[in-house]
């Protein structure tokens, strides 16, 4: 009996024991997860670091993964590429660099046993035989009289709008196309052959059912009207199989096979192979299933929007799927004429059921259900708009969430409802745009186009494998979680440094901050209305702008001009003269104008009352060096008053040193106060992070972002000198560029913070000394090398230091020196140098000059 008991207490324990380290463990995640989502991200690494260490910590590994970045594995393909699709048996992935005649098309064999580089061929539209050992492309014939036909196309079409340089792209595309020929490549042994077609442009080819046959669409050189789909075998002629006026695009095997189906003018058209017989299906922009039975497309019925499935077997009739007065759409989107399609609604492979995107109020949100119309069920609930679904299997859907700078995919169970992000960079603060997306035909890969470091600017885009069968590891995520621990520490430490010599003053200029007045400006600039150049609003906007900053102490000056002939508006620009270094300018600016349609309350009213707040708080605030705050018009009309801004501060000389550029800075799709830090200078970036974690509630992520905002003016001006807050690229508003952009879908506390973030980051700026200018070599012998510098602008430097080491992430302290120049010995090829100067403050350069000793 004592046995007996001894071991129940022992099993008792132990049960009591377990229960309660996983309680613990459960606890621990909670309090990580909530102190990420407070932007604490420092304090919720540590904690899911002894959470993950635990022994029980695999239990974890999914929410830990999702929480911190991906979960699926994910393999880089290419550094750089576009046009990513398929094979249709999904042993191939493609894609394609280079443009025009330069274009290469990359084939890799994906398996169970990795990826492996097949192929490159040069030329592009690459498609697949159905047993996948052959490809057919095309290939522009280059010649002088392409090229000299190419310049005399761009010097008579003159690109004055979107609609010109559309033209002028379909002219160039023609044209590219009626140089091209037909190649045929065995894949097993790269042998090739060319199939001809004298006498027509080529733009798409398919193979046929049998894979001996290629249908061709093309034109006859010189018609720009009308399209035609030819069958063509290796040794004969082509042979027209389409009839009729206008273009034909987008050819597809449907019906097993029996049937090619083409778009044209709105229609549908089937061709029948065998009897050539062809029926036209009034079916705009339509979405076929995959296994090419069935297909969807929308139509009206006097108020409502219908969206129709119609199997496309003969006498079908079509049903009603979903019947509706909200607002249903018929969007594509597609990277290449050969690439996958994004729809606005899409069947799952056999037919049976349609997915599709729904507006009832200012966002699309995805919706399944079946063909017949029963068991309708909302996949999404966000505030952002979801779009483009597609079915990977007939359960799951892939949808996209956001707006076309920065859409990220989303896996979707239709039965559950369960979300689950697809792709991302596994860091804390740098986003990862997405472009592209191409499903594999069995559901359980995707190609991804995408910007995993987060640089916008430089033209390279990765393509990415994702196995959404394949999921991270335990250590992988540790590993990940690790990492991202580093650097976080490593941020917040380099901020404390760089902040402590003036966060006293720093912290009272930032709880000077108010939202209430930051409200005032809003609801005051919002009874204007539209503000863009060609309205009225534009005019009172300038009065307000000048009345505010007259009265915190400015004399704002006026840059009166005309954006356009007869259309008279001005940037309103106030200074703040430094009281030391008053030739060094800084310049802090945000556009004040809005698009036509609507008063702009987010765009660009937040980022304009975050400014004219910052200068208030300034105003009797004077920094070192001196700060301009530029209210720019005529952003939305094509950058005007930047490029106008910087063209007179280009002829009036004097040094700009450092640019804040707000845009877009009030919208948020969720509890959370955060917004993305825009850079073309690193040493910004890290700066406003810590003006954001040391002084303000804004969590802040970043990418390298300029192009289409004022900034770009400033970067073509100045160099990489720029920083700034707003949603591009991450923007995730429904209400950009909407008459709905109004008041009540800003956060106002969320427009302080970035006005408080944009004090602690000018202050600091204006307070230390600029980049160092002009570092050079001057002399090498051996590992010795002598370097100098232009002395620095600042008439308070006292010194300069110097680093170096294998990489600027890897800088060590070499010495300090008080004149613009050092003397090196042990500095071998390689060795990077970076230097910055030091004021009588303490106050180090915030960003650095280098050099790789060569």
């Known amino acids: 009996m004592s046995r007996i008991l001894i071991s129940i207490g022992l099993c008792l324990c132990n049960f009591t024991t377990g229960g309660y380290a996983q309680q613990h463990l459960v606890a621990l995640y909670d309090s990580a997860y909530y102190a990420w989502d407070a932007g604490d991200y420092h304090d919720a690494l540590e904690r899911l670091e002894r959470l993950l260490s635990d022994p029980a910590g695999a239990e974890f590994v999914e929410r830990v993964a999702l929480l911190t970045g991906e979960l699926y594995r994910v393999e880089e393909l290419a550094a750089d590429g576009r046009a990513v699709r398929w094979s249709p048996d999904g042993r191939f992935a493609v894609y394609e660099t280079g443009v025009g005649a330069e274009t290469v098309t990359h084939i890799l064999a994906v398996g169970e046993e990795g990826v492996r580089r097949l192929a490159e061929v040069s030329g592009r539209g690459l498609a697949f035989a159905p047993g996948g050992d052959r490809v057919a492309y095309l290939v522009v014939e280059e010649s002088p009289e392409l090229e000299a036909a190419r310049a005399e196309l761009r010097g008579s079409l003159e690109v004055r709008d979107y609609a010109s340089y559309r033209r002028l792209r379909s002219e160039l595309v023609r044209l590219d196309a009626e140089h091209s020929r037909v190649v045929l490549r065995d894949l097993g042994t790269g042998v090739e052959q060319e199939v001809a077609a004298p006498g027509l442009g080529k733009s798409e080819v ?241 190609l991804i186009v995408a910007e995993r470091d987060g640089n916008t600017v430089s033209p390279e885009r ?168 530029a209210f720019l018009t005529g952003e939305e009309a094509g950058l005007l008053g930047s490029r106008e801004y910087v063209r007179r501060a280009a002829e009036a000389g004097g040094q700009i040193v450092g640019v804040l550029n707000n845009d877009m800075v009030g919208f948020a799709d969720d509890h959370r106060l955060d917004n993305t830090i825009r850079y073309s200078n690193a040493g910004l970036r890290d700066l406003q992070h810590a003006a954001a974690f040391l002084f303000t509630e804004l969590i802040t992520y970043d990418a390298e972002y300029f192009r289409g905002t004022d900034a770009h003016s400033f970067y073509d001006a100045f160099g990489d000198i720029t920083g700034g807050i707003g949603s591009y690229p991450v923007l995730s508003s429904p209400h950009y560029h909407q008459v709905h952009d109004v008041l009540e879908t800003v956060n106002h506390q969320l427009i302080t913070e970035v006005s408080k973030t944009t004090v602690a980051s000018v202050m600091l700026m204006a307070s230390s000394p600029s980049r160092v200018r002009d570092l050079e070599l001057v002399s090498r012998a051996g590992s010795s090398v002598e370097l100098r510098w232009a002395p620095a602008l600042e008439r308070d430097v006292e010194s300069y230091v110097v680093y170096s080491g294998p990489s600027l992430g890897e800088l060590q302290l070499v010495r300090s020196v008080s004149v613009p120049g050092v003397s090196l010995s042990d500095a071998e090829r390689g060795t990077v140098v970076a230097v910055k100067a030091v004021n009588g403050r303490g106050l180090a350069g915030w960003d650095w000059a280098w050099l790789a000793v060569e």
């Open 206 to 446: 398919i193979f046929g059912p049998d894979g001996a046959s290629l249908y061709l669409t093309g034109n006859e050189v010189g018609e720009r009207e009308r399209t035609d789909i030819y069958e063509v075998r290796p040794g004969s002629e082509p042979v027209a199989i389409t009839t009729g006026p206008g273009l034909k695009e987008r050819p597809v095997l449907v019906l097993g096979g029996e049937a090619l189906a083409y778009q044209s003018g709105g229609n549908l058209a089937l061709v029948d192979l065998d009897g050539r017989s062809t029926r036209t299906i009034a079916a705009p922009a339509p979405a076929i299933s995959a296994d090419g039975s069935t297909i969807a497309y929308l139509s009206a019925d006097g108020d409502m929007t219908v969206l129709n499935v119609l199997s496309l077997s003969p006498g079908a009739e079509p049903a009603a799927a979903v019947r509706t007065g909200y607002r249903l759409a018929a969007s594509v989107s597609s990277a290449c004429a050969v690439c996958p399609e994004l729809r606005s609604y899409a069947l799952s492979p056999d037919g049976g059921r349609v997915a599709f995107q729904m507006m009832t109020r200012e966002d699309w949100e995805l919706y399944v259900t079946e063909v017949a119309g029963a068991g309708e069920v909302r996949l999404t609930h966000g505030i952002e708009h979801d779009l483009f679904p597609q079915f990977l299997d007939e359960e799951r859907i892939i949808g996209l969430a956001g707006e076309g700078r920065h859409r990220r995919a989303y896996l979707y169970n239709t039965s559950t409802g369960e979300r689950t992000r697809v792709f991302h960079n596994n860091t804390v603060r740098t986003i990862a745009p997405q472009y592209e997306w191409a499903v594999s035909p069995d559901g359980s890969k995707m």
């Open 462 to 629: 990765g393509v990415y494998l994702v196995d959404l069968e394949r999921r991270v590891s335990l250590q992988d995520v540790l590993e990940r979680v690790r990492a991202n621990l580093a650097a976080e520490r490593e941020l917040r430490r380099r901020g404390q440094e760089m902040f402590a010599p003036v966060a006293d003053v720093v912290g009272l200029a930032v709880a000077d901050v108010s939202t209430a007045r930051i409200y005032e400006y809003e609801r005051e600039l919002f009874r204007f209305g539209s503000k863009h150049i060609t309205r009225p609003g534009n005019a009172q906007a300038i009065e307000y702008l000048t009345a505010q900053l007259r009265s915190f102490g400015y004399e704002p000056e006026l840059q009166w001009f005309e954006p356009r002939p007869g259309t008279r508006s001005a940037n309103v620009v106030a200074v703040l003269e430094g009281s030391v270094n008053r030739d060094v300018k800084y310049v802090v600016s945000s556009h004040f104008d809005s698009s036509t349609r609507g008063p702009g309350a987010d765009d660009n009213t937040s980022g304009t009352v975050a400014l004219l707040e910052a200068a208030r708080v300034l105003a009797e605030r004077p920094q070192s060096a001196t700060i301009q705050f």
